[in-house]
């Protein structure tokens, strides 16, 4: 497992932009897919997107396509996940997660069961 550390993340107006990062402590990290879920109050946590080791493929829900943008820096152990044209649904507590797969894959998991390391959440609000 690797430890993941979120930032970012607050209070925005719809409309707006924010932009999430999940850095990672371990040399591993960089070999792994990456994926970012959300669960909003009262709600069952979902998928979000996702991201394969190299950063080559990227998986989105359907709800934020076009929308939020998973990227990664290997080089800095860091993934992040731009958002914009925010709505008052995307209000959640957001999740990074990684590993639970075996490295250097060439497929992103879109499950929560199919990743072994979790950040502590980071919440995000849009108001109206």
């Known amino acids: 497992q690797v430890q993941l550390v979120q930032s970012g993340g607050g209070l925005v107006q719809a409309g707006g932009s924010l932009r999430l990062s999940c850095a990672a402590s371990?040399?591993?990290?960089?070999?792994?897919?990456v994926g970012w879920f959300r669960q909003a109050p009262g709600r069952e946590r979902e998928f979000v997107a996702a991201i394969t080791w190299s950063g080559g493929k990227t998986y989105y829900a359907d709800s934020v396509k076009g929308r939020f943008t998973i990227s990664r820096d290997n080089a800095k152990n860091t993934v992040y996940l731009q958002m914009n044209s925010l709505k008052p649904e995307d209000t959640a507590v957001y999740y990074c997660?990684?590993?639970?797969?075996?490295?250097?894959?060439?497929?992103?998991?879109?499950?929560?069961?199919?990743?072994?390391?979790w950040g502590l959440g980071t919440q995000v609000t849009v108001s109206s």
């Open positions: 371990g040399r591993t990290f960089s070999s792994y897919a």
């Open positions: 997660a990684a590993g639970g797969s075996r490295p250097y894959s060439d497929y992103a998991q879109t499950r929560e069961y199919e990743y072994d390391s």
